[in-house]
């Protein structure tokens, strides 16, 4: 019986049925012996998952512990959504850490370099730089080489070589070498190299250690359409990781992904994120270029939490100039929750609206029509009205004149099941007043056309004060006595709303 294996070969069976997703689909829950091979440390599933080596502090942790004790309390067949609610929480613990891992890479490896450079004389210097130089434009050749990559780690991290490229678009420098040795591959899953992607990203952590001036190489872009659109290093990484493809790449090529070289190129771009640190350039340009292709969302799991966490460190890493007249940062802030709503990627949002890092309160508290327009388009999805009742409930105190318009185009809207959802969370809202001191119940009865008995109706219930006037000094049952409200009177009336006596 299959059951009666020992230890060691159930375990060689596993390694050789698939990916963790088909082993576990396959066998968890066939019995407890079976679950606890499975989560067993030797056979690394929860790693392989992230596609990382075996880490021993991974399966110390307490998040990955978490997730062991799930799977070992499994006793039937599970499917893919069950598991993917038990990853979950594995993929941003895993990017977090893994950025730790960079930044202390970075600093070690800089200061090593640093080291070894300041104890070389000029002529030293001069043949190291020199040697670093041809050995890079040797990454020019077809037939590139094990030992090219090699010997540039070498020059730089060994011999304190700094290597300088001819920037400019059209030159041969450290984003052509990137583009065309590392992310073309993205999106061929199946394509090998004897020149592993691993060695390529340390081959170029090198290089950015030796000059970080290389972050800035630029080159031709020539995809949106304008030849001479210009891109830098940190724009490629991004719209790589984003949408899956190269950049020159066609709109509508395959989305399969080459799962080793999108690993590799999201942890150099975590290291690109450790080094911009040390030069605080261009660090808001990085946000808004994750947002840029937000839209792209792969429907894996492990892609999606990915980029959204990449986001996150973004955000958090970014120090925004939130200044008064700052019309650059707010115009590209409302643009870019345009894409995201567009896209509907409506947690992303969830996630910027709670961010007290981003200024936002210029941004959603003028003009009223982007507000219109935002509303319009989440109202739209059903999905998206959930993230509007999820966000209106947690976003910060200074977006309350924001929360305060939609409130009120809700209103406008008659969109009554989102407003009685909003209002059981947020019930202040019920005496919220606008620019005529109209509370909720005059707003509907003055400047709301159709059908509104049960939006008022819904009013009443949640405590409007029906006596309360504006600065007309006009109340709800003076309201009711207008022309433009007779119809809507006979309503109130028929519908028992309001007695003839009230």
């Known amino acids: 019986m299959f059951e009666d294996l020992p230890d060691e070969i159930l375990i060689i069976i596993f390694q050789y049925s698939g990916d963790p997703y088909t082993i576990l689909t396959t066998y968890l829950g066939l019995n407890q012996r079976i679950n606890r091979i499975l989560i067993d440390k030797h056979l690394h599933l929860l790693t392989n998952f992230l596609y990382t080596k075996y880490i021993s502090d991974y399966y110390d942790s307490e998040i990955f512990q978490n997730a062991s004790k799930q799977l070992l309390m499994v006793n039937s067949n599970i499917d893919k959504t069950k598991l993917d609610e038990i990853f979950r929480p594995l993929i941003p613990f895993h990017i977090r850490q893994t950025y730790i891992q960079q930044g202390q890479e970075f600093q070690l490896l800089t200061e090593q370099h640093n080291s070894i450079r300041q104890n070389l004389s000029n002529d030293e210097k001069r043949q190291v730089d020199c040697e670093v130089k041809v050995q890079f434009w040797n990454l020019n050749k077809l037939d590139q080489s094990i030992e090219t990559f090699q010997n540039i780690k070498k020059l730089i991290l060994k011999q304190g070589a700094h290597c300088e490229c001819e920037d400019g678009p059209g030159r041969f420098n450290l984003i052509i070498a990137v583009k065309y040795l590392l992310l073309v591959h993205i999106s061929e899953p199946n394509f090998t190299s004897p020149i592993s992607p691993h060695l390529l990203t340390q081959t170029f952590k090198a290089l950015l250690v030796s ?292």
Not at 264 to 286: A, D, G, M, P, S
Not at 288 to 312: A, V
Request: aromatic share 12%.
């Open 211 to 502: 000059n970080t001036n290389l972050l800035y190489n630029q080159d031709y872009v020539g995809y949106t359409g304008d030849p001479m659109d210009i891109w830098k290093l940190i724009d490629i990484i991004v719209f790589t990781i984003s949408s899956l493809k190269c950049h020159f790449r066609d709109r509508n090529s395959s989305t399969l992904v080459n799962m080793k070289y999108y690993h590799e190129i999201v942890y150099f771009y975590l290291f690109i994120i450790q080094c911009q640190k040390q030069t605080h350039r261009e660090q808001e340009k990085n946000m808004f270029l994750m947002l840029d292709y937000i839209s792209n969302m792969n429907d894996n799991l492990l892609i999606q939490l990915t980029n959204t966490e990449l986001l996150k460190m973004v955000v958090e890493e970014t120090n925004f100039n939130d200044t008064e007249d700052n019309y650059w940062l707010e115009t590209h802030l409302r643009q870019k929750v345009e894409y995201v709503v567009k896209a509907k990627q409506f947690h992303v949002i969830v996630y910027l609206a709670q961010s007290e890092r981003i200024p936002w309160k210029k941004t959603f508290n003028e003009p009223k029509n982007f507000i219109r327009k935002f509303i319009n388009a989440i109202i739209l999805d059903p999905s998206g009205r959930r993230f509007l009742l999820q966000t209106m409930g947690t976003i910060s105190l200074d977006l309350f004149f924001f929360k305060k318009q939609v409130f009120f185009l809700l209103l406008k809207k008659r969109e009554r099941k989102l407003l009685e959802q909003l209002l059981q969370s947020s019930p202040e809202f019920i005496n919220e007043l606008d620019e005529d001191e109209n509370d909720a119940l005059l707003y509907t009865c003055l400047k709301i056309s159709g059908l509104r008995h049960r939006i008022i109706e819904l009013l009443i219930k949640m405590g409007s004060n029906m006596e309360r006037r504006n600065s007309q000094g006009l109340n709800f049952m003076d309201t009711l006595e207008l022309p433009r409200n007779r119809s809507l009177s006979k309503k109130l009336v028929e519908f028992e709303i309001i007695f003839n006596n009230n």
